[in-house]
Structures are given as structure tokens and as C-alpha cells.
């Protein structure tokens, strides 16, 4: 994500990051970013809760607007509503790609 924000800034686009690793963020130059304590894979929230989802997007979209300098960075009050360890962010289903490579994945891991 930081790549892609770095070259559309060069572009001229102002871009925010949504991102649970601000310090990393912060140390590749990145822009302007919106730190949230939740896990990867999940940076605006528990599926299905489009009201979280919404509140998230649109804090970090309005950062924009109030960013004062290069490297600025906010952070959200918001929390993961369970333990890390009793996430389960891995869909019921594997994602078409992963199924069309998963051999191929296989024999990797083996190596």
C-alpha cells in the first residue's frame, strides 16, 4: 500500500494510509496515515459491519483535510472487539486464486 501511495503522491494525488503499522509506515516516508488496532487483513473492521466499516473510511478520508505536515499521522480510539489470538480473519472459503495455485503452494512449502 505505502508503494502505491508513494507513487500517486508523486503523481500529484494526496493519499492517506489506513494501517496497523504506523511506525513502519512512518519510516518509508509515508505521507499521511491513519493507524487502527486491528489485524492485517482487516483494516476497517469486522466483515459485515458496513456502520464500523463507513466510520473508519470516512475518518480516514477526512484526514486529508486536517493533515498538517508531511508524516502526520492519527490515530483512531478504535479497537478490535476480541483478543488477537481468538480472531478468525481467514474467510470460510479460500480465495479463487489461492485455490487455482494451492498445489503449487504445497510443493513450495515442502522445498
Given amino acids: 500500500m505505502g508503494l502505491a501511495a508513494r ?14 503499522t504506523w511506525e ?8 499521511r496515515q491513519v493507524a487502527v488496532e486491528y489485524p492485517y487483513g482487516r483494516p476497517v473492521g469486522q466483515v ?8 473508519i473510511l470516512l475518518e480516514a478520508l477526512s484526514f486529508l483535510k486536517t493533515a ?10 478504535d479497537r478490535w ?11 470460510p472459503e479460500m480465495s479463487p486464486i489461492i485455490a487455482a495455485h494451492l498445489e503449487e ?6 522445498k
Avoid at 507513487?7 to 496497523?20: C, I, M
Fill in 7 to 20: 507513487f500517486l503522491e508523486e503523481k500529484g494525488f494526496s493519499t492517506v494510509v489506513l494501517t496497523p
Fill in 48 to 55: 459485515g459491519d458496513v456502520q464500523g466499516q463507513k466510520k
Fill in 24 to 31: 513502519f509506515q512512518r519510516a518509508v516516508g509515508i505521507p
Fill in 68 to 77: 498538517e505536515k508531511p508524516g502526520s499521522v492519527r490515530h483512531l480510539p
Fill in 105 to 110: 503452494i504445497k510443493k513450495a512449502r515442502k
Fill in 81 to 91: 472487539p476480541e483478543p488477537p489470538k481468538d480472531t478468525h480473519w481467514h474467510p
